[in-house]
């Protein structure tokens, strides 16, 4: 061996081992750089997992609990990174959740809507042949076992058309214009305490007639929890109290009154915010409130639980603003006679000249009505002018006054007539 | 009858009698004439309000007061024996013979209704 080619050999040999030692330099920074990588994706799995289980088992199942409106609060994720990802997880479970709440509501309240109309309806029926045989017949048991029955087939009405109503549909019966006392008696008709209730006789105001119905409705549900809620032997009073622009009607009991638990859940159903869903009604259902918030949103009164009566119990108020009240139409202007006749023995001489008989315009003769012989010859006779005319005069007034009411409200039943009906 | 009729009544007869069918007293007939004596209505429901209105205008028969009030007149029967109770009204069973209808009357009512059948 020579020198020279030792030196070769070492030379190659100092450059093979430098090109591995730089190698392996270069292959251990991969190296690390690698596992680093490694673990860093390890670490990212790891948080991707963790998140996705907190998903899964805490914020999808407390979203579904707090949209089936229990107050639960939804939690936020553990790793901010994924706020948005998952945020629109979350945003598109609760959308369909809430669309398929929506459908299932929509088509519960439809078919219960159609089928309380079945029964409402049949239920007016029932209630005009009950009312045709109590015109009928003339006897006071058969009037007996009539009235137990008109009165089962009001509350089984009334039932069915607060059914309908919390399910959309319009309270439908269209009335005429009546005081308040007809409408609270008319709500009083509907319940099963009746007879507890004490209504005082208020005359001069009534409810425009596109509310009576409604109104009867809201007050038969207050003064039927009245009823429910107190002792049998205690009275449910009624009163009125005229306010600024309005009238309240105040249903007082003497029953237990309502928690505080209570009051909150009957306020926000008066508020109206019972309708969107009848599946939250509780077991057996309590519609009343709901009822009466639907009602009261839709036509413009406001009603109040949450005063306690002087009884004890609680004191429901209704409150009706001046839109929803107008005068009531005196049924028919009396004849006021001057002094009520003392002898009962009056009307023979009435009788005597029937040779002029008034005739139809079909030409048969005409009845007249037999008054007290003193006003009969007073009335005709005077002439317009005379001191003695004061009378007449203001019947006149009052007819033509009678005749001018009956057309207007002949007139305005029309309109709100077609508001009624096609949903009803 | 009267428009009123049509409209199925908002005050049942239930509540306008308070839930009693059988009148107090077994004196009232379609055809007895009532007569009001008593000019205050304080303490009276509105239908007995409205019966001695109707009262007051001179006599009538139990089944005019029943058209008037729109009531069946079972029911009005026995409004009209608590308002006899309580001396708001007096009867008399029928009307005197002078105050009935004439025969000529009634033959005039015959034949105008022949006469246009």
Redesign the interface.
């Known amino acids: 061996m020579d020198q020279q080619t030792l030196a070769v050999a070492f030379w190659f040999a100092l450059a093979a081992v430098l090109v591995a030692v730089v190698l392996l330099v270069r292959q251990r920074r991969i190296t690390a750089d690698l596992r680093e990588q490694a673990t860093g994706a390890q670490a990212v799995t790891d948080a991707w997992a963790a998140e996705e289980a907190h998903l899964v088992n805490a914020r999808i199942p407390a979203l579904a609990e707090s949209l089936s409106n229990r107050p639960v609060e939804v939690p936020g994720p553990v790793n901010p990174r994924f706020a948005q990802s998952h945020g629109r997880v979350l945003d598109l479970f609760a959308d369909s959740v809430q669309q398929a709440t929506a459908r299932g509501e929509q088509s519960a309240k439809a078919t219960l809507k159609s089928m309380m109309r079945a029964v409402q309806s049949l239920a007016n029926e029932q209630q005009v042949a009950i009312s045709a045989m109590q015109e009928r017949h003339d006897d006071a048991d058969v009037l007996q076992g009539l009235l137990r029955i008109d009165h089962m087939n009001s509350q089984l009405g009334r039932r069915a058309q607060a059914t309908a109503v919390l399910c959309g549909s319009w309270p439908g019966q269209q009335r005429s214009a009546s005081s308040l006392t007809d409408v609270v008696r008319g709500a009083t008709s509907r319940i099963r305490d009746y007879l507890r209730v004490n209504i005082p006789i208020e005359a001069d105001i009534a409810v425009t007639s596109r509310a009576v119905e409604p109104v009867v409705l809201a007050v038969a549900e207050l003064l039927d929890n009245g009823a429910r809620h107190s002792q049998p032997n205690t009275a449910v009073e009624v009163n009125f109290q005229q306010a600024h622009n309005g009238i309240a009607i105040m249903v007082d009991d003497a029953g237990v009154g309502m928690t505080a638990e209570e009051l909150g859940r009957a306020a926000r159903l008066l508020a109206g915010d019972g309708a969107s869903d009848i599946s939250r009604l509780g077991d057996p259902p309590q519609v009343g409130f709901a009822v009466i918030g639907v009602l009261a949103a839709r036509y413009g009164f406001r009603v109040s639980v949450d005063t306690r009566s002087p009884y004890g119990g609680v004191r429901a108020v209704v409150f009706l603003p001046t839109e929803l009240l107008t005068r009531v139409d005196k049924p028919l202007p009396t004849p006021a006679a001057p002094a009520p006749t003392p002898v009962p023995a009056a009307p023979a001489p009435a009788a005597a000249p029937e040779a002029e008989q008034k005739r139809t315009p079909g030409g048969l003769p005409k009845r007249k009505r037999r008054e007290p012989a003193g006003e009969q010859a007073a009335a005709p006779s005077a002439p317009p002018g005379s001191p003695g005319a004061a009378r007449p005069s203001e019947q006149i007034a009052a007819g033509l006054g009678a005749w001018q009411r009956g057309t207007r409200s002949g007139r305005t039943a029309s309109p709100t007539a077609a508001e009624g009906n096609p949903q009803a | 009858m009267t428009p009123h009729r049509r409209?199925?009544?908002?005050?049942?007869?239930?509540?306008v009698?308070?839930?009693r069918?059988?009148?107090t007293r077994n004196t009232f007939d379609?055809v007895t004439v009532v007569?009001?004596?008593?000019?205050s209505f304080s303490g009276l429901?509105?239908e007995k309000?409205?019966l001695m209105?109707?009262c007051?205008?001179?006599?009538l028969s139990v089944a005019e007061i029943a058209a008037?009030l729109s009531l069946?007149?079972?029911?009005t029967?026995v409004l009209l024996s608590d308002l006899f109770d309580s001396g708001h009204i007096?009867t008399?069973a029928a009307?005197?013979r002078?105050?009935h209808?004439?025969l000529?009357?009634l033959k005039?009512?015959l034949d105008?209704?022949r006469?246009?059948l």
């Open positions: 409209e199925r009544a908002l005050v049942r007869p239930h509540v009698t308070g839930g069918a059988h009148p379609v007569v009001a004596t008593r000019a429901t509105p309000r409205r209105e109707l007051r205008g001179g006599p008037h069946p007149i079972s029911v029967k007096s008399h009307l005197p002078t105050a209808p004439d000529q009357l005039d009512v105008g209704l006469a246009r």
